[in-house]
């Protein structure tokens, strides 16, 4: 199916928007772990871009977008250095806003995710994987970011945070397959994974998590 120019441009033009607002926030919540594991500037920097870019670098390697925007456009790398300096020498004041700091990473996955979806529904991919796609770009960073500070990646753990940025992306394909507006439906897609993960951080909404049998507790039954 052909998409009209003004509709592609558009969808540019919306993805753009949706990928550097992104970044920055996702810039600065690795540079703000960075700092709170006392690394030094250029370990900030190197933390700020892993966080903000992962995932966008693994969804268009994947679907073929190469080179990826991350790294082809120089506005991604200005935003996540510009985040990683403002965390490095506002860090105090910065920390103050712990809970502003998590709503902008709530913010951060919805864009990420609906931007991914967006663009892998653009390359042709199908429904499913387009969603899983824009999945990925909403957690690729913040796995990287963790990885790299040796700490377990929080969206492995019992937040729901992958979960949002699916309910998101699945709101985007449904849209594109009842051809509903392209704007109008990203948006909905925004709100639905930033709500989501705003109402799991306020009522500790988890999913349910693995609970090994204790070796003492093994050995008491077996006897």
């Not at 772990?33 to 700020?48: M, P, Q, T």
């Not at 502003?100 to 991919?125: E, S």
């Not at 051809?179 to 948006?187: E, H």
Request: include cysteine.
């Amino acid at each position: 199916m052909l998409i009209p120019a003004l509709e592609q441009k558009t969808i540019h033009d919306l993805l753009l928007v949706y990928d550097l607002t992104g970044t920055f926030v996702f810039a600065i919540s690795g540079a703000m772990l960075g700092a709170r594991r006392k690394l030094d500037i250029f370990g900030i920097l190197v933390l700020s871009f892993a966080a903000s870019s992962a995932g966008g670098i693994t969804r268009d390697l994947l679907i073929g977008a190469v080179p990826p925007a991350a790294i082809s456009d120089w506005r991604y790398l200005a935003v996540s250095l510009a985040a990683g300096l403002l965390s490095f020498f506002c860090y105090s004041l910065i920390a103050r806003l712990r809970t502003a700091i998590l709503v902008f990473d709530a913010a951060g996955l919805a864009l990420f995710a609906v931007a991914g979806t967006q663009k892998a529904l653009a390359y042709g991919l199908n429904p499913l994987m387009a969603a899983l796609l824009g999945m990925l770009t909403g957690i690729g960073g913040g796995i990287a970011r963790d990885l790299l500070v040796a700490r377990t990646p929080v969206v492995l753990q019992s937040d729901l945070y992958a979960l949002a940025a699916l309910a998101g992306a699945a709101i985007v394909v449904g849209g594109h397959e009842l051809n509903w507006p392209v704007v109008p439906t990203a948006i909905a897609g925004a709100i639905v994974c930033f709500g989501l993960r705003l109402l799991a951080m306020r009522y500790g909404w988890h999913l349910p998590v693995a609970r090994p049998v204790e070796s003492g507790d093994a050995d008491g039954k077996s006897e």
